[in-house]
């Protein structure tokens, strides 16, 4: 089985930084995708940012050129550095990733952390 833990969630003045980390740990053969999504109380959950295997990346709008997205493919981690972070940005930041377990190179599976919270004060 597979596990996604996320950590670096926390509480933070408008303007500040954080870094989440996103650790897949099992029997782990690739790792196609990895993402960050977030949940806002009263909102849906909405993707934040996205790389690829190719280091290919995706960003939504309202983070570009705050957030960075990277992945250590020996560690089966992802990163997501937040600059200038604002109260906008708060909310349950959950780690996504599409995986290709050991003994089933066919198959392509979507896991999910647990979340982690940001809490940005104005």
């Known amino acids: 089985q597979v596990r996604l833990v996320e950590s670096g969630g926390g509480f933070v003045q408008a303007g500040g930084s954080l870094r989440l980390s996103c650790e897949a740990s099992?029997?782990?053969?690739?790792?196609?995708?990895m993402a960050w999504y977030r949940q806002a109380p009263g909102n849906e959950r909405e993707l934040v940012a996205r790389i690829f295997s190719s280091g290919s990346t995706n960003y939504a709008d309202s983070v570009k050129d705050r957030f960075t997205i990277s992945r250590a493919d020996a560690k089966n981690t992802a990163y997501l550095q937040m600059n200038n972070l604002k109260p906008a940005d708060t909310g349950v930041y959950y780690c996504?990733?599409?995986?290709?377990?050991?003994?089933?190179?066919?198959?392509?599976?979507?896991?999910w952390g647990q979340g982690t919270q940001v809490t940005v004060s104005s």
């Open positions: 996504n990733a599409v995986i290709r377990l050991v003994g089933s190179p066919l198959v392509e599976r979507v896991y």
């Open positions: 099992g029997s782990v053969a690739s790792i196609s995708l």
